[in-house]
């Protein structure tokens, strides 16, 4: 790629200070990315989360950011001051979260918080934003977006929430979207309508987009390249089409400790942790 | 037929979450129900439990009609593993504890050598015996949750989503202790699942739920040739096989 890359991550680090010891929760995770969707794979603890949420400034106090490059279109972002991120997140990056419930504010209509997030990022009146929620609630696919404007979150069901959660995040027209799990709490139908949203979205629009699950036979076949982390560093870079001659024993492992409907096993692989992965090999 | 359920129906304040639902399980077999959010599968499996008060229909439990309320016998036969191995350990209680507990209810022998048996079978061994929940990992805990539903010596487990909290390699690892344990000691499993690949896996004979009623039961084998006749089994099927943006296209809004 010619153009200056979206993002730049080199050796990111990010290590949590606990009363009793460190934790390094990321060790060492470099990352360059364009247009494209790229995907963060691992298992619980694996850092996966974690490198989503540094690249947002989103790390608790408690955690310390380190990196030789950390960039978003050629802006450094160590050492950001609060508003800094402020003109950023939202605005030009933004996240969708696992969970519509914990993330949607209960005591606001669905359409009422997106206006309000366009409002903090745009100069516009209320009927301007009432218009933008309206046409970004029709992007996401919701058939009635006059009845689910006035509807509040407990009124909607997981599937609608999370449209609505990405309608949100949308409709500043970020560059890049971090969506951490974003159809984890779905079921598997809801799931594939609210991936197909993504997907046209960010191909329509051109943005960057940053998936982070557990799930990598999705991710794969949802983004173009595919990290898969463990123990907080990233141990294989796929592309998602060449998923299936992945080298690395963790990843194989994860592939095939999965039930497969398309083959009976009688017993599944388990997967045997090499101490040496966690260096990285 | 070890239990069999006949036009099993739960009403919610006007909601019908199950609505005559029939199905019976064979000794020895493990019988799946799968479904999504709010198909009743859940639902079906607490009223089995003697978890809900209101159903309606019958249930019959080797050879014997179920009361609304269940007494200590059933529940030295029938023992339910619950989704969430975070809720359902006491946080202020050993495992040691957590095992004694129904030992003590139903009045059992030989109280330590079971406690430290059932451990070992679940693969957690004596080390663990005075860990608390906040010491444990999630698979650990569902572990202890198979041990303590296990340590009664039931025939039947009820099993409500027992991996859907745990990552895969760990979800492999307790699907592969669950099918040990249910041949080593002949155990009838009911287990419910939204996921239908998992399901597949543990169980010869599965229902597909939606909306409270069951639309196909079918053999796995058959599930795994194709020969799924129902279109939500169909659609259900398709959506398991992974993203695919032109079938995502094919779904209609469900609003």
């Not at chain 1, 960057?208 to 560093?233: K, N, P, Q, T």
């Not at chain 2, 593993?81 to 359902?88: A, K, R």
Request: glycine residues 10%; neutral net charge; hydrophobic residues 40%.
């Amino acid at each position: 790629m010619m153009e200056k890359p979206l993002v730049a991550i080199e050796d990111l680090h990010v290590t949590f200070r606990t009363r009793t010891r460190d934790v390094a929760a990321v060790r060492g995770v470099s990352l360059t990315m364009g247009k494209e969707k790229i995907g963060i794979v691992g298992e619980s603890g694996s850092g996966k989360s974690v490198t989503g949420r540094a690249l947002l400034g989103l790390t608790p106090p408690t955690g310390e950011v380190r990196a030789k490059r950390l960039e978003f279109d050629g802006q450094d972002l160590r050492g950001l001051d609060p508003a800094g991120w402020r003109h950023l997140r939202g605005r030009r990056m933004a996240m969708v979260m696992q969970d519509p419930k914990f993330s949607l504010n209960p005591v606001m209509t669905v359409g009422q918080q997106i206006g309000e997030a366009y409002r903090t990022h745009v100069k516009a009146g209320r009927a301007e934003a009432r218009d933008k929620a309206l046409a970004v609630l029709e992007a996401v696919r919701i058939r009635d977006p006059g009845r689910v404007y006035d509807l509040y979150p407990h009124e909607v069901s997981g599937g609608m929430g999370q449209r609505a959660m990405i309608a949100m995040m949308l409709v500043a027209e970020p560059d890049l979207l971090i969506a951490d799990e974003p159809t984890s709490a779905l079921d598997v139908t809801v799931q594939m309508q609210v991936l197909a949203i993504l997907d046209e979205l960010v191909s329509r629009r051109g943005m960057g987009l940053i998936f982070v699950s557990h799930d990598l036979d999705l991710v794969a076949a949802f983004c173009d390249r595919v990290l898969v982390m463990y123990g907080g560093r990233v141990v294989e870079t796929l592309k998602a089409s060449e998923l299936a001659g992945a080298k690395h024993p963790y990843t194989r492992g994860l592939l095939d400790c999965v039930p497969r409907l398309d083959r009976a096993q009688r017993e599944l692989a388990v997967l045997t942790r090499d101490p040496a992965w966690l260096d990285g090999r | 037929m070890i239990l069999s359920a006949e036009n099993l129906g739960v009403e919610f304040t006007g909601l019908k979450a199950v609505d005559g639902a029939s199905f019976s399980v064979a000794r020895g077999e493990s019988y799946g129900l799968v479904g999504e959010s709010g198909s009743g599968k859940s639902t079906v499996l607490r009223a089995l439990a003697g978890l809900i008060g209101n159903w309606t229909g019958t249930i019959r439990f080797d050879g014997r009609e179920l009361a609304h309320d269940r007494d200590r016998g059933f529940y030295a036969r029938v023992q339910m593993v619950f989704q969430d191995p975070y809720g359902s350990l006491h946080p202020r209680q050993t495992v040691d504890r957590a095992l004694a507990e129904p030992l003590a209810i139903h009045n059992m022998d030989r109280r330590e050598a079971r406690i430290e048996k059932a451990l070992e079978e679940v693969g957690l061994g004596h080390g663990f015996r005075f860990r608390y929940p906040h010491q444990l990992s999630g698979g650990q805990r569902q572990r202890v949750a198979i041990a303590r539903a296990l340590i009664v010596e039931p025939e039947m487990l009820l099993l409500d989503e027992p991996t859907s909290a745990l990552d895969v390699s760990i979800q492999a690892e307790v699907l592969n202790l669950l099918d040990a344990l249910r041949r080593a000691h002949n155990l009838t499993f009911v287990m419910v699942s939204h996921n239908l690949a998992v399901v597949a896996h543990m169980c010869a004979r599965l229902a597909v739920m939606n909306r409270g009623k069951i639309v196909e039961e079918m053999d796995t084998d058959a599930l795994r040739r194709g020969e799924a006749k129902d279109p939500y089994t169909r659609r259900l099927m398709a959506a398991s096989r992974g993203y695919d943006r032109k079938l995502a296209e094919s779904f209609k809004t469900l609003d």
